[in-house]
């Protein structure tokens, strides 16, 4: 269940018995929906909401924000800023503990830079996104660099890093950053797991 940014609507992806998947966009105001994904009225240190169950929110593009039971915030390629499929500005969003980056195109990586320089957020994703970072001042205790394989714990999250069928390639400085495109597969205590594929193509173990 997840929040979709655009239209402020509830929506649900589920799985057929044929293996395919499909979503639904019910109306707002359902309130199963309602009491499943809507945070309390109590707000954290960051002025957003405290969840009574992990929230799942659509950004827009491949932009995801997650919220854990105890309110660790998660983004996921945070492109924001000139994103036509968002209508959310950056400043709309709460300060994020964590940002999960999958490669370094434009509307991947998107506000990350800025996102660090406004917050005390731990970044993980490839190493060329990170030598990005960390060459525009990023502190190095706050960026992870990380390639399949990797699982990484960051408070009450577990992030594993899988393979995506990708490239991640993209300017910095004057110069051409390219590296491995990342998959994440994202778990919250007590809450099932969230994969995020990145911009994979299609691929056996998928």
Sequence with gaps: ??????????NVVYRRRDGAYGLIGPEVGCPALEAAVLPRKDADAKGGAMPTRRQVRYIGNSAFEIVSRAGTRVLIDPYITGNMTCKLKLDDIPAPDLVLVTHGARDHMGDTLEICKRSQCTVISEPAVIQHLRKNGIPNERLKSAVWGFVIDFKDVNARVVQSQHISRFESGGEMLTGMSLGFIVRTVNDPAFYHPGDTSIFSDI
């Design 1 to 10: 269940l997840f929040l979709n940014a655009q239209s402020n609507q509830f």
